[in-house]
């Protein structure tokens, strides 16, 4: 059968994204003290018993708290319940039954979705009899556990696939490719606009304040046959403006989430210009070895003419010069302005980063650079590169053998990239020259 999805919904720092990143074996949601901090979905995929389980976790459940992001994030509630196969409601075994338990009960129960109230917190046997409390809330399983221990987190997973009926009927699905396309860029870039733009719904809260998204948030999405899968992050700062640990956790997580994606889409704002902080994560992006698309933001709020567009490209290419060979597109989030090419153009890339070059054609290419361009000698030293092979993708790697591979200077490696790049056609790709020793 298909990967069954949980949903953890509860009241803010009742242990869900504790619980969470315990299924997962990593810190995957960001953890603190502080109310709130979980904002979004945020989805993750863990096995027991040879069954994958898909959880979700969800902000804090708050109903008559005034605050701006709490109508969000009840929304995110009612959608990861509405989504989920299997309701894990989960309580606080310290605090007793509260206010905004009973409401959420009510909810869970109108869902008519396999569920249970997992009470945490239970960190020692003594500590059970405090779950018996929650039956109140009319549904009828109940369970104490410790996210924090993971005292009986396996009898929990236990009874989700019992309810589920699939203990006993586990089949192996076809693992599906996906595509990983992180979008990253300066806070309040438009980052979450653009993903429920592309996704067609409200899936990232979305707000005027800097700072709403803290983790990763995963979307998955089939565009023209390709599987893709969304990656929404935190507002890049600068390390120094890091004001607390939650902005330095959420910072580990958006470099993360570029590290591991495919493609990497960063927004500029359009009324801003290209800043020291964006060309700061283009250096970041291509440390990493990832294809790279530009996407300029806010278009809409920029008085224009005819030749805008070109003038804001050759200011973002003059201030940063290996930025001519990556695809620039202009948008807006907000009236969905040119938001098609967003992906039409972001799968090119990946097609481009995942080019096998063949040995024969490469060398075809080298022996008529070095008959026009070859490299300068050195000390009366001649310099010869004798033989060029790729040997690698994501990142696109060639090696180069000759017999002073420390002689090649930065102008000639320079003249290569760009001649391989312009006749192999890999725009929004970085090149790496590796030179060695024949």
């Known amino acids: 059968m298909l990967t069954p999805r949980v949903a953890i919904i509860g009241r803010p720092n009742v242990g869900k994204s504790t619980f969470f990143n315990r299924m997962l074996s990593k810190r995957h949601a960001i953890v603190d003290p502080q109310e709130g901090i979980t904002r979004d979905r945020i989805y993750g995929k863990m096995e027991w018993c040879g069954q994958d389980i898909k959880f979700i976790d969800t902000g804090g459940f708050i109903y008559d708290d005034k605050n701006e992001f709490n109508k969000s994030i009840r929304t995110q509630s009612n959608d990861a319940i509405e989504e989920a196969d299997f309701v894990l409601f989960m309580v606080d075994a310290k605090q007793g039954v509260m206010p905004n338990d009973k409401i959420l009960a009510n909810s869970v129960r109108k869902s008519n979705k396999p569920c249970l109230i997992a009470v945490n917190k239970c960190d020692e046997y003594d500590s059970d009899k405090l779950a018996f409390q929650f039956h109140e809330l009319g549904i009828k399983d109940v369970l104490p556990i410790s996210s924090l221990n993971g005292r009986l987190t396996g009898d929990l997973l236990d009874q989700i696939l019992k309810k589920l009926k699939i203990n006993d009927n586990i089949t192996t699905t076809e693992k599906k490719s996906e595509i990983r396309i992180a979008i990253v860029g300066m806070p309040n870039v438009g980052k979450s606009s653009l993903t429920n733009a592309l996704l067609k719904k409200e899936r990232s809260i979305v707000t005027p304040k800097a700072g709403t998204t803290r983790d990763a948030i995963d979307a998955e999405l089939k565009w023209y046959g390709s599987y893709i899968n969304l990656v929404d992050t935190a507002g890049l700062r600068k390390l120094a403006k890091l004001t607390d640990k939650v902005e330095y956790y959420s910072r580990l997580r958006a470099n993360s989430a570029i590290k ?3 493609i990497v889409l960063i927004l500029i704002d359009a009324v801003k210009g290209f800043t020291r902080q964006d060309k700061s994560i283009v250096d970041e992006v291509l440390r990493n070895g ?4 530009l996407i300029v933001n806010k278009w809409d709020l920029v008085t224009k003419n005819s030749s805008s567009s070109k003038i804001f490209h050759q200011e973002i290419t003059v201030k940063f010069k290996s930025l001519q060979h990556y695809p620039i597109i202009f948008i807006s989030a907000l009236t969905k ?14 097609a481009r980063t995942i080019k096998k070059i063949s040995t024969k054609k490469l060398n075809e290419l080298l022996k008529k650079l070095l008959n026009k ?10 310099i010869q590169i004798k033989y060029i092979t790729q040997v690698s993708t994501e990142p696109t790697i060639f090696a180069l053998y000759t017999n002073y591979p420390k002689k090649i200077k930065t102008h000639y490696i320079r003249f290569l990239e760009n001649q391989f790049r312009e006749n192999f056609d890999l725009e929004g790709v970085p090149i790496i020259l590796s030179f060695r020793k024949k």
């Open 290 to 293: 990832k294809g790279l698309v």
């Open 260 to 262: 591991n994606s495919d």
């Open 337 to 350: 302005q040119r938001i098609h090419r967003v992906l039409e153009v972001a799968l090119d890339v990946y």
């Open 373 to 382: 361009n070859p490299p300068q000698s050195e000390h009366g030293k001649q």
